[in-house]
């Protein structure tokens, strides 16, 4: 069955390291989206990918990179993470167009803490 | 102002009782999705919906675009029912703008 995994699902690491999650999908989808999700913020928009080669920042995206250089993945980078990334983080993928566009699939997220 | 508000914020029921969830939107979009989040858990969507009324067991989602509202119900809950409740719309640029969630608990 297609699916959309996330990986590491749960890192402890430092202030100022690098810090890289996974996302990767099976189901060909062109839209790739990476959200964090903190308490009385709800699910807020980091970076977003319409395709590969194409990357965009959403609302929150200072502090993180992504990556489109095929179909099934969309890596976050957190190029020197901060005390306040620490959150759950969540990948999803969209269909563009035909049967099922625009369905939403989640990953089921990754808990990243920053001492 | 968000751009996508849920009401109410929380809301405990007894089994059996039947669940309102709102959503009101202030943004042209294309579609509106249903999602949920059980505690700890990952996100499940349950409806994307552009018009009208859909149904899929005891959950049923309508919407109107005019008013730019949607409603979220719940016929007979369950205490397996409890969860987070989002409601999300998809933008005219494809974007997905999410609501803060209704936290659900049904009590047995």
């Known amino acids: 069955d297609a699916e959309i995994t996330q990986s590491p699902r749960h890192k402890i690491t430092e202030t100022g390291r690098q810090v890289t999650l996974a996302c990767h999908q099976t189901?060909?989808?062109?839209?790739m989206f990476w959200y964090r999700q903190d308490l009385g913020h709800g699910l807020r928009l980091i970076h977003y990918s319409y395709g590969v080669q194409d990357t965009n920042k959403g609302e929150v995206s200072d502090g993180y990179s992504v990556s489109r250089s095929n179909t099934e993945d969309l890596p976050l980078t957190l190029e020197s993470a901060a005390s306040s990334q620490t959150s759950v983080y969540f990948c999803?993928?969209?269909?563009?167009?035909?049967?099922?566009?625009?369905?939403?699939?989640f990953g089921e997220g990754s808990r990243l803490t920053v001492l | 102002k968000n751009e996508v508000e849920q009401s109410p914020q929380n809301l405990t029921a007894q089994e059996g009782e039947f669940i309102t969830i709102n959503c009101s939107y202030s943004v042209g979009i294309s579609a509106l999705h249903w999602l949920q989040q059980h505690p700890g858990g990952g996100i499940v969507s349950l409806f994307m919906l552009s018009s009208g009324k859909k149904k899929h067991g005891r959950l049923i989602a309508t919407i109107n675009i005019q008013e730019k509202h949607s409603s979220l119900h719940i016929t007979a809950s369950h205490p397996r029912d409890s969860a987070v409740y989002i409601c999300?719309?998809?933008?005219?640029?494809?974007?997905?703008?999410f609501g803060k969630g209704t936290r659900l608990h049904i009590l047995p």
């Open positions: 999300a719309v998809r933008a005219r640029d494809d974007k997905i703008i």
């Open positions: 189901w060909n989808h062109n839209n």
């Open positions: 999803a993928s969209s269909k563009t167009s035909g049967i099922w566009s625009g369905e939403l699939f």
